[in-house]
């Protein structure tokens, strides 16, 4: 397998210029076990897996099991692990800061306020995904720019604190999404054809009617701007202080 030599020199603008196999190739061939393709077996996501899994079938594959995940997903990993063989990692949040947070906030806190909402994901998603990401030197996502106008100026890779974020379909449409799934017969997530254009947790996640943005059934019961969980967008102003101060009595004991 030639897997190219890694442009040590280009910067994040070239990179950009890139198609998405060529930038997989790259990086895998550089970083081996130290890249990864981070999912949650959305049709975006499943394209990246095809692609790395076809260029390097050892490529490493990891999810979050934020514990709220519906029956379904764990049904694609299944779907994804028999049609390729390959080996999912999953990264489960810190059962102590869950009881901290459970135990104050209850176990639905996402529905009392925006700020409790972004907490519950700081514990079941982004703080997994810190302490996943602290083992690898780059990672692939399957961000589109089209998904959100949060997204819209999403590079295809970006170097942050010393490691590489890519989003190789960053500038894909979805229906060059839809194509490459069909004619590579890649598995689908059970609840994409029934209205689920965008899977999350099951509580946050509801089917979106005909028309309506494919983010919209997401935490729909917040206003518009908020949407992002911290994964890719910061939390800036008042909402940032609030839920750091929520954090920190959570992780309080632990400190
Ligand atoms: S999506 Fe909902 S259940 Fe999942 S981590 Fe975020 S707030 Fe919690």
Redesign the pocket.
């Given at each position: 397998m030639d897997m190219g030599t890694f442009p040590i020199t280009l910067d994040p603008t070239h990179l950009d210029g890139l198609p998405a196999d060529h930038l997989l190739r790259l990086f895998l061939g550089h970083f081996g076990p130290g890249f990864a393709v981070s999912t949650s077996f959305q049709r975006d996501g499943l394209v990246i897996i095809d692609m790395a899994l076809r260029i390097d079938p050892a490529t490493r594959i990891f999810t979050l099991d934020?514990g709220?995940l519906p029956q379904e997903t764990y049904e694609i990993m299944e779907a994804v692990r028999a049609k390729y063989g390959a080996r999912i990692e999953l990264v489960y949040p810190d059962t102590a800061e869950l009881e901290s947070m459970t135990t104050r906030f209850g176990p639905d806190l996402?529905r009392h306020s925006v700020a409790q909402?972004k907490l519950?994901?700081q514990i079941?998603?982004v703080r997994p995904m810190e302490r996943k990401l602290a083992e690898l030197d780059a990672y692939a996502v399957g961000l589109r720019r089209g998904q959100s106008g949060e997204r819209a100026e999403t590079p295809k890779a970006q170097l942050i604190d010393g490691k590489w974020k890519l989003a190789p379909i960053a500038d894909w449409t979805s229906q060059q999404v839809e194509d490459y799934l069909t004619a590579n017969d890649v598995p689908r997530h059970p609840l994409e054809s029934r209205g689920y254009p965008s899977i999350?947790?099951a509580?946050?996640t509801r089917p979106v009617a005909p028309g309506e943005h494919e983010r919209a059934g997401r935490w729909w019961w917040e206003a518009e701007g908020g949407k992002e969980?911290g994964l890719h967008v910061t939390p800036e102003g008042k909402m940032k202080r609030e839920l750091d101060v929520l954090l920190d009595e959570v992780l309080a004991p632990r400190r």
């Amino acid at each position: 397998m030639d897997m190219g030599t890694f442009p040590i020199t280009l910067d994040p603008t070239h990179l950009d210029g890139l198609p998405a196999d060529h930038l997989l190739r790259l990086f895998l061939g550089h970083f081996g076990p130290g890249f990864a393709v981070s999912t949650s077996f959305q049709r975006d996501g499943l394209v990246i897996i095809d692609m790395a899994l076809r260029i390097d079938p050892a490529t490493r594959i990891f999810t979050l099991d934020t514990g709220r995940l519906p029956q379904e997903t764990y049904e694609i990993m299944e779907a994804v692990r028999a049609k390729y063989g390959a080996r999912i990692e999953l990264v489960y949040p810190d059962t102590a800061e869950l009881e901290s947070m459970t135990t104050r906030f209850g176990p639905d806190l996402f529905r009392h306020s925006v700020a409790q909402r972004k907490l519950c994901c700081q514990i079941r998603k982004v703080r997994p995904m810190e302490r996943k990401l602290a083992e690898l030197d780059a990672y692939a996502v399957g961000l589109r720019r089209g998904q959100s106008g949060e997204r819209a100026e999403t590079p295809k890779a970006q170097l942050i604190d010393g490691k590489w974020k890519l989003a190789p379909i960053a500038d894909w449409t979805s229906q060059q999404v839809e194509d490459y799934l069909t004619a590579n017969d890649v598995p689908r997530h059970p609840l994409e054809s029934r209205g689920y254009p965008s899977i999350g947790c099951a509580p946050c996640t509801r089917p979106v009617a005909p028309g309506e943005h494919e983010r919209a059934g997401r935490w729909w019961w917040e206003a518009e701007g908020g949407k992002e969980c911290g994964l890719h967008v910061t939390p800036e102003g008042k909402m940032k202080r609030e839920l750091d101060v929520l954090l920190d009595e959570v992780l309080a004991p632990r400190r």
